[in-house]
Structure formats: structure tokens, C-alpha cells
């Protein structure tokens, strides 16, 4: 049988084709598509936990942006693993493994973040524009569920919880109009005002909302009225930025304008005690003080985590000071709150917006320091603002002004349906090069390589151990068709690529073949 040459994809290229190099840009000739930011790793110790990073590279303020924003998954070398490329002026945020339905999934906010679109934003910086929604992907990578807000509100950047029982528990936000001169303000304002909302992910019902304007007092923030004037009127007083259910019907709440985090009664809607703030119930001891945080999380025995921004001091925020991740202990019967762990690193990081702290299986911290650039990794005992180097196992930096707005570490199987990609490199006469790679596929561990004459009576003629996200074999003998086998730990076939035929100009030069 005759075979027509267009039955099959011809990926290939010349000597002479040109490539963009990058120093800081991932190119790969497999997926050209793909241009995700190389990041660097400082530190890699032993003792690290398992498990794959996931950040979600972005810029603001008009910053240039190196590689693609998008959703990304590292390994430890800092080799991509799965990256989702999005268009410029789209960001995802809050980029994370979780558990839906007891299976894996991966989960993100998606939409156009004020600030990034323009340097003199309608609406305050961070702030999602509208039409922002929640994504939930299997692990297929295909997109099973899209979640938004209720009651006029947008869906919020700050967090998206899946919870035990197969529920959203997520920050949303909306403008509403107030006369804001009780506060020094204009009588023709808004408030931005943010909302926790609970909804059923399999009929979209409302479950439970809980508005932040009706229980906490606007006056009490720590960001004047008057910056309303940089958003078109509309006051960030409270800045909602992270939220967790917690024991008994609860939820732990931060507000990053209020520079304080709030333990509330989930079916009251009453505020239990507030720390932090013009108004904390808690006094402080030395060195316990917080200010403009993000992603409170409670922790066993009366402690709760947070990453302390220690920023932007005002005359009513401590001192500002290096950003940490901080884990406190709290004595709800004499109401004080003292430090258990600190987390700084080396050198001092002063980051201005966003960051995290996330506890590993194995006790381990990892830190995403938001504007900071970086992702570290610390042994449980953390370390103090002399010795910022101790127990600090694990850095990685991003290139440029990119940063994302929080960082993950967890095990992840990833199975995509789509087949691995490979392009043939033709050198000369005799040297053929496959370069192959399948985003997104996690148990990869080995590439064959097939080539013939004849489409259907391909022979192997090359394995190789996978290197990273793009794996590349030096052939030298041609042949008019290849294909690449993807294999599994123990050597079976768990992806093949489609067929690839060579350039005619190539066959017709009568190359042979040692093993054709």
C-alpha cells in the first residue's frame, strides 16, 4: 500500500532554522508553544519533602513579564512539569492541589487582576475585575467545574477551599456604594467590600455567606479613606485575603487592611475575638507582632500560622521589618499571643503584597514570599532574623519581576490525554536528533525511539532516561518516520507520540541507515 505523506505530521527542522535563546525563558523545539520562566534554585538540602512546586508566574504595575503567565508545575530542579500558557492579560492565582470527590485535582482563580492591565486601575490594586471565575481540573488536566460568585459579588483571587464535603468555600468581593464622610471621605463613595461565600459545586446553590461590612467596622482600618482616590472613589478598608474553617464551626479569617486576623463563628456570624488590629483582644509579647498579612491557617494546640509581611508601617502598624513566616501561640484565657516559630530568609526579603506559608506532610514550612521572588523550604524548627540561613533546606528564585501570589508543594499524578510531542532535528546527512516531551505526564521515567522506512514496520532504535521536561536523542542513522514511546517505571507503554515524517528534501538525498 501506497502511503500518502500528509497522513502523517511532518515536525522537523534545519540546521539553518533560527531559535531564540533565552537565558530565562524555557524554549522548547518539541513544544514550541510553551515559554515559561527558567527559575533558579539556590538551596536544595536533604530533607526536603516530596512532591512537585505549583506557582503561578504573573507580573503587576506594568512590569515586563518574562516567559508566559499561566499555571505551572515545577519540580525540585525547577524543570516544568505542567504548564497551562495564558494570554497577557490574564492571571491565575492561588494555583494548588486538592481533593474533590476523594480524587486529586488542581485548582485556580482565573481572571484579569487590577494592576495589571494599567497603571491607573478603576478599581483597587489586586482587586479581580469582573468575570473572574474558579477553575477545577482533573487529572487529565481537562477543566471539570467552573465556579463563580453569588449576589452581584465577583470572584475574589484570595482563596478557594474545597472542603470534606465536596463544597467551595471561597473570598468574593463587590463595590458598594456608601457615604463615606463619617470617615473623612467623600459622600459620593464606595466600599469594596468582600464577602466569604459557601456553594454546593454540584448544583451551584449558596450554601452561606457571611459579609464582611456587616460585622466589621470600616473606621478601624489601617489604609486612610483618602486612597480611595487612586480607584476611582472605592475604599479597600478591609482587603479579605484569606480564609480557613477551622473546629466547631468556625472560620479563621484574615484582612489585610485591618492588619488583623478574625475567629468567627460560623453559625452566628459573630467575631469570637479579633488579633491584631486597632482592636485585637490579644496583647502581644515580644516579637509577636504582626502587620499586613496574608494566609492565616490554624494550627494544632491554640497556634495558628501566617506570613508577616511586616510592611507599610503606618502610625497605627508596628514598625515595618523583614517579611517571615511566623507561627503563633495563643492563650485564649489570658488573651496574649506569643511566638512559637519563625521562619526569615537569607538574605531578608521586605515583601510588600501577597505570600504564604503551607505545613508539609513531614513538618517542613514552605514559604512563598509573594513579591519577595521566591519559594523556600524549612525544617519544622525555623530559624531568627540573626541567623535567617538555619534550617533553610530549600530556595528557588524567579527571573525578572515575576512572582506569584502563593506557592504549593504536594504529590501530584498527573495523566494527560493528549499525546507526547517530538520534532526531528535534521543535520547533514547522517544525524537525525528527536527532541520529545509530554506536558503534564508525571510518570514518564524512559523514551523509545522507533524510526523505519515503512510506517508499519517500525524498529526501536534508541532509549533514553527522561531529562527533564524535554528529553533528546542523537541518531546516527535516518530514516523517513519516527515515533516516541513514553514508559513507565517499570518499562511499559504509557503514551506514544504520532507519527513524524522527515522533510522530502531530506529522504530524496539517499541517506542509509545502519538500523532502518
Known amino acids: 500500500m501506497t502511503m500518502r505523506r500528509n497522513q502523517f505530521e511532518s515536525k522537523h527542522f534545519f540546521e539553518d532554522d533560527k531559535h531564540i535563546t533565552d537565558s530565562q525563558v524555557w524554549h522548547f523545539v518539541s513544544a514550541p508553544h510553551l515559554q515559561t520562566m527558567k527559575v533558579t534554585v539556590n538551596v536544595h538540602e536533604p530533607g526536603t519533602e516530596q512532591g512537585y512546586l505549583f506557582v503561578a508566574p504573573y507580573t503587576m504595575y506594568g512590569e515586563n513579564m518574562v516567559g508566559q503567565t499561566g499555571a505551572l508545575i515545577l519540580d525540585e530542579a525547577g524543570n516544568p512539569v505542567w504548564f497551562k500558557s495564558d494570554t497577557p492579560e490574564k492571571q491565575n492565582r492561588n494555583f494548588r492541589m486538592q481533593v474533590y470527590h476523594g480524587l486529586p485535582v488542581l485548582t485556580t482563580w482565573h481572571g484579569t487582576i487590577s494592576g495589571t492591565e494599567s497603571a491607573n486601575p478603576r478599581l483597587p490594586i489586586g482587586d479581580p475585575l469582573p468575570g473572574a471565575v474558579f477553575q477545577i481540573f482533573n487529572q487529565h ?56 461565600q459557601e456553594v454546593d459545586l454540584s448544583t451551584g446553590e449558596l450554601l452561606y455567606e457571611w459579609d464582611v461590612l456587616a460585622h466589621v ?44 486576623i478574625y475567629h468567627i463563628d460560623k453559625v452566628t456570624g459573630e467575631i469570637i475575638w479579633q488579633l491584631g488590629g486597632k482592636q485585637s483582644d490579644f496583647t502581644f509579647e515580644q516579637g509577636a507582632e504582626f502587620s499586613w498579612q496574608h494566609h492565616a491557617r490554624y494550627r494544632k494546640k491554640n497556634r495558628i500560622s501566617l506570613f508577616d509581611n511586616a510592611c507599610c508601617a503606618t502610625p497605627d502598624s508596628p514598625p515595618a521589618g523583614a517579611s517571615r513566616g511566623l507561627i503563633l501561640q495563643l492563650d485564649e484565657q489570658h488573651m496574649t499571643a506569643k511566638v512559637d516559630r519563625t521562619y526569615f530568609h537569607d538574605p531578608p526579603i521586605h515583601a510588600s503584597h501577597q505570600g504564604n506559608m503551607q505545613q508539609l506532610p513531614n513538618g517542613n514550612q514552605l514559604i512563598g514570599w509573594g513579591q519577595g521572588p521566591y519559594v523556600s523550604e524549612f525544617k519544622y524548627a525555623g530559624n531568627t532574623e540573626g541567623n535567617p540561613a538555619l534550617h533553610m533546606i530549600y530556595d528557588m528564585h524567579f527571573p525578572g519581576d515575576n512572582f506569584t501570589y502563593r506557592a504549593f508543594k504536594n504529590e501530584w499524578v498527573g495523566l494527560p490525554l493528549e499525546p507526547p510531542d517530538m520534532r526531528v532535528g535534521v543535520y547533514g546527512k547522517q544525524i537525525a536528533i528527536i527532541y520529545m516531551s509530554w506536558n503534564g505526564a508525571t510518570e514518564v521515567e524512559a523514551w523509545k525511539v522507533l524510526a523505519g522506512w515503512n510506517p508499519y514496520a517500525m524498529a526501536v532504535v534508541a532509549f533514553k532516561e527522561r531529562n527533564g521536561f524535554e528529553t533528546t536523542v542523537k541518531l546516527d542513522g535516518v530514516c523517513p518516520y519516527f515515533q516516541v514511546c513514553a514508559l513507565d517505571g517499570v518499562g511499559a507503554v504509557i503514551g506514544k507520540s504520532r507519527m513524524v515524517c522527515a522533510p522530502i528534501s531530506w529522504v530524496n538525498l539517499g541517506c542509509k541507515s545502519s538500523w532502518s
Not at 142 to 158: M, P, S
Not at 243 to 250: M, Q
Request: proline fraction near 5%; charge should be negative.
Open 217 to 260: 467596622d470600616p473606621a478601624n482600618s489601617m489604609v486612610p479613606v483618602t486612597a480611595a482616590a487612586e480607584s476611582k472613589g472605592i475604599w479597600d478598608c478591609f482587603h479579605v485575603n484569606s480564609v480557613e474553617e477551622g473546629p466547631d464551626h468556625t472560620l479563621l479569617i484574615s484582612m489585610r487592611n485591618m492588619s488583623a
Open 141 to 196: 488536566y481537562q477543566l471539570i467545574e467552573t465556579v463563580e460568585a453569588q449576589n452581584g459579588y465577583t470572584a475574589d483571587v484570595h482563596e478557594f477551599t474545597i472542603t470534606e464535603r465536596n463544597t467551595a468555600l471561597f473570598t468574593a468581593v463587590k463595590q458598594v456604594p456608601a457615604d463615606l464622610t463619617v470617615y473623612g471621605g467623600p459622600a459620593k463613595g464606595y466600599i469594596d467590600n468582600f464577602a466569604i
